[in-house]
């Protein structure tokens, strides 16, 4: 019974302090080489799905607010553009039941700590300021990498922790095609799909009384067609899938495997040559899980230098 509560409480907190944040529109777009930035992303979501703890049926609500600083880095790798990228999600999560079974909340805490790596294969060149400028883009396509490391707050007596105290590998192929003159291009249009594979290692000190804590790779895809709308002002339409993530413990299947289907839209607004804000919005439009459905808002400022 608390083991299946609290695979329960956690499945969609894992979207968030684990692996499963979308990247969002122009994420992999071109930069030129020397291009660093620091980011501070704010992220607001909301879990609700039918769940059955033995007694009958409950409307289950989560929510999770995290802001996670990031520091990016852009460099030539072999002639191509590189980048490396490192993290740390703060922040804090409700759990609650229509009929109060459960009624729990975090603390202020650190989530897992990220670091991660692009690798441009396919029209990404380093460029210098001068040749982005000039650049005509085409067809791009990259691997990307980002390994989250068990350095969260954890406590295997508490029901909800922004740490998941495992190892998490996300690896994606993002690609993109780019209509427009250059990167500067006012009229710029770019169509953009990232598919992923998550992987995790085993949690060997779950909340509820099991040794072991075990959760199947978790595959989506998410999709993007953006446009600029002058120099200041771009916006795009976004698209996010994923499926599996069945979580185990002590070997036995729970059942829990997800299915979901998003659809949202993000406007980027470029505030002066060294700073720029992102805000995206997204809604389940399908959920395996019973009345099922998740809503993300995704706030991001960025300082380039």
């Known amino acids: 019974m608390l083991v299946r509560i609290a695979l329960a409480a956690s499945a969609s907190l894992a979207m968030i302090s684990g692996a499963l944040s979308f990247d969002g529109a122009r994420a992999y777009h071109l930069r030129p080489e020397g291009a660093s930035d620091l980011s501070l992303t704010t992220t607001l979501l909301g879990a609700t799905e039918t769940v059955n703890f033995g007694g009958g049926d409950e409307t289950s609500d989560l929510g999770v607010g995290v802001v996670t600083p990031s520091y990016r880095h852009t460099f030539n790798l072999m002639g191509n553009a590189g980048t490396i990228l490192i993290g740390l999600p703060l922040g804090s999560a409700f759990y609650s039941t229509s009929a109060g079974t459960i009624d729990v909340d975090t603390d202020f805490a650190q ?14 060149p380093s460029m210098s300021v001068m040749e982005y400028v000039q650049y005509k883009p085409g067809f791009q396509a990259s691997v990307a990498a980002r390994l989250f490391a068990p350095t969260g707050d954890y406590d295997s007596s508490r029901l ?122 997204r809604e389940s439009v399908y959920s395996s899980a019973q009345d099922g459905s998740v809503r993300a808002l995704e706030i991001a400022t960025a300082f380039l230098f």
């Open 111 to 124: 989530g897992d700590m990220f670091i991660g790596g692009v690798w441009g294969l396919v029209g990404a």
């Open 160 to 281: 909800l922790n922004l740490g998941q105290n495992r190892w998490t590998l996300e690896a994606s192929l993002p690609m993109s095609y780019a209509l427009g003159e250059s990167m500067i291009d006012p009229n710029l249009m770019t169509f953009e799909v990232r598919p992923f594979a998550v992987v995790f290692s085993d949690n060997d000190d779950p909340f509820g009384g099991a040794d072991v804590a075990s959760k199947d790779p978790i595959f989506g895809v998410e999709g993007h067609i953006t446009r600029n709308f002058g120099n200041s002002v771009w916006a795009a339409l976004d698209g996010y899938y994923e499926t599996g993530g069945e979580t185990s413990a002590d070997g036995v299947a729970q059942g829990d495997a997800r299915e979901n289907l998003s659809l949202g839209a993000t406007l980027g607004l470029v505030l002066s040559p060294s700073y720029a804000v992102r805000i995206s919005y």
